[in-house]
Structure formats: structure tokens, C-alpha cells
């Protein structure tokens, strides 16, 4: 059973910048692509971003590209989200999760692929 634990969620004002992570402690993440996702009140779960095993396929939602990175560090076990510019309507809960992918393909956000989730952390951007 894979453990994902989120960090790095807290309160932040418009403009501002966060960096999420997303890390294990007794396993490793190289062979798991890892998505994030979001869930803010009253609306479904969406996929924000995600990257392959090996790191060398990523994936953004549309109308957070530019503004979102994510990368990972596979010797720390850890895939970062970096937000920029951060606006009210990116105030959600953020998960991981891991979807088993020993070989380098692709990533998406069809929650179905993704066997693990970590707790998730509350970002809010508010003034």
C-alpha cells in the first residue's frame, strides 16, 4: 500500500505563490506517474496537473497552464506543484495520487488510473 502525504497548502493572498509537495516515506515514486488534483466547495474533483514515471511527460489543465508546474525529484520521492499567481477560485483541497506506471508513458487525469491518494492540503487564497 503506497502512503502519499501532501504539504505545503496554507493561506496565501491573491498574486501570491505556493509549492506544494508530495512525498512518501517508506516507498519510492519512480514507478508511478503522479497527478494532482483539486476539489474546491461545492464543485467536483478536477485534475490541475501530472507527470509520468521518469518525469519526462507532464500534463496541465488548460486554463491553468502557465500559471502551475509540476516536477519531481525521484531520489527525494517527492513530485512539487509550484502555483503562481494565485487567484480565489484556486482555493480547494489539493491531492495526489499514484498510478502504477513502471515504464515511462504518459500521465492524465482520469481519476480511475490512479490506485493511491495521499490526504489532501487546504490551499486558500484570500485577502
Known amino acids: 500500500q503506497l502512503q502519499l502525504v501532501e504539504s505545503g497548502g496554507g493561506l496565501v493572498q491573491p498574486g501570491g505563490s505556493l509549492r506544494l509537495s508530495c512525498g512518501t516515506s517508506?516507498?519510492?515514486?519512480?514507478?508511478?506517474?503522479i497527478g494532482w488534483f483539486r476539489q474546491a466547495p461545492g464543485k467536483e474533483r478536477e485534475g490541475v496537473s501530472c507527470i509520468s514515471g521518469r518525469g519526462h511527460n507532464t500534463e496541465d489543465a488548460d486554463s491553468l497552464k502557465g500559471r502551475f508546474t509540476i516536477s519531481r525529484d525521484n531520489a527525494r520521492n517527492t513530485v512539487f506543484l509550484a502555483m503562481n499567481s494565485l487567484k480565489p477560485e484556486d482555493t480547494a483541497i489539493y491531492y495526489c495520487a499514484a498510478d502504477w506506471q513502471p515504464y515511462e508513458g504518459i500521465c492524465g487525469f482520469h481519476e480511475g488510473r490512479y490506485e493511491f491518494w495521499g490526504q489532501g492540503t487546504q490551499v486558500t487564497v484570500s485577502s
Open positions: 517508506r516507498d519510492t515514486l519512480d514507478d508511478y506517474a
